[in-house]
């Protein structure tokens, strides 16, 4: 699971960058970066929740793997509007405005969850837990600017990706180093 969340965070910081260097590209393409986006965090957050063997133990992960079903479902529903908003052009227009506010509400739920992820690893001794919360926060700013500024906000929606995968790929990288500290 350590090698599989360390190339995937690898991934995520490379996919930020071009969303950073590419934001137009980015915005044109927000429908299937979410579907693919959320797709792989629900389906990522499942399997770590089913390959817990001490899941039984603890009552924190009924969040993880709401968040990962409800993840999953959310980027299936994008990719299916997504090829809908190929062949109508006021699909595509809804397709858009909808996918930034569902990504605004969505860094705002990361950021929550990254707060309670740094509270937690506090309590357990971990080291890093200020990045967590740090991150988190500033995803809570970035997503409650995107809600309350949309139109701004879809000029900027390349950076915002960017930000999320940036930050995604920063925990995962965190999370390998995270569980050798407590072994």
Same mark, same amino acid.
């Given at each position: 699971?350590?090698?599989?969340?360390?190339?995937?965070?690898?991934?995520?910081?490379?996919?930020? %960058?071009?969303?950073?260097?590419?934001?137009?590209?980015?915005?044109?393409?927000?429908?299937?970066?979410?579907?693919?986006?959320?797709?792989?965090?629900?389906?990522?957050?499942?399997?770590?929740?089913?390959?817990?063997? +001490?899941?039984?133990?603890?009552?924190?992960?009924?969040?993880?793997?709401?968040?990962?079903?409800?993840?999953?479902?959310?980027?299936?529903?994008?990719?299916? %509007?997504?090829?809908?908003?190929?062949?109508?052009?006021?699909?595509?227009?809804?397709?858009?405005?909808?996918?930034?506010?569902?990504?605004?509400?969505?860094?705002?739920?990361?950021? %929550?969850?990254?707060?309670?992820?740094?509270?937690?690893?506090?309590?357990?001794?971990?080291?890093?837990?200020?990045?967590?919360?740090?991150?988190?926060?500033?995803?809570?700013?970035?997503?409650?600017?995107?809600?309350?500024?949309?139109?701004?906000? +879809?000029?900027?929606?390349?950076?915002?990706?960017?930000?999320?995968?940036?930050?995604?790929?920063?925990?995962?990288?965190?999370?390998?180093?995270?569980?050798?500290?407590?072994?």
């Amino acid at each position: 699971m350590k090698t599989f969340n360390c190339i995937l965070g690898v991934f995520s910081i490379l996919g930020a %960058v071009y969303c950073i260097f590419f934001p137009g590209v980015t915005f044109l393409n927000t429908g299937w970066i979410a579907a693919i986006l959320l797709g792989v965090y629900g389906i990522c957050s499942i399997f770590e929740y089913f390959s817990n063997p +001490a899941r039984k133990e603890k009552k924190n992960n009924s969040g993880l793997i709401a968040g990962g079903v409800i993840g999953l479902i959310i980027g299936i529903a994008s990719a299916v %509007v997504s090829i809908l908003a190929l062949f109508s052009a006021e699909v595509r227009a809804m397709l858009d405005l909808t996918i930034l506010l569902f990504f605004a509400f969505w860094l705002v739920y990361s950021g %929550v969850g990254g707060i309670i992820g740094a509270v937690m690893q506090k309590k357990n001794g971990g080291k890093m837990w200020w990045l967590s919360l740090v991150l988190g926060i500033i995803l809570i700013i970035t997503g409650v600017y995107g809600a309350t500024h949309p139109l701004i906000a +879809a000029f900027s929606v390349g950076y915002m990706i960017g930000i999320e995968l940036m930050i995604y790929g920063i925990r995962l990288i965190m999370s390998v180093f995270e569980n050798n500290e407590n072994r």
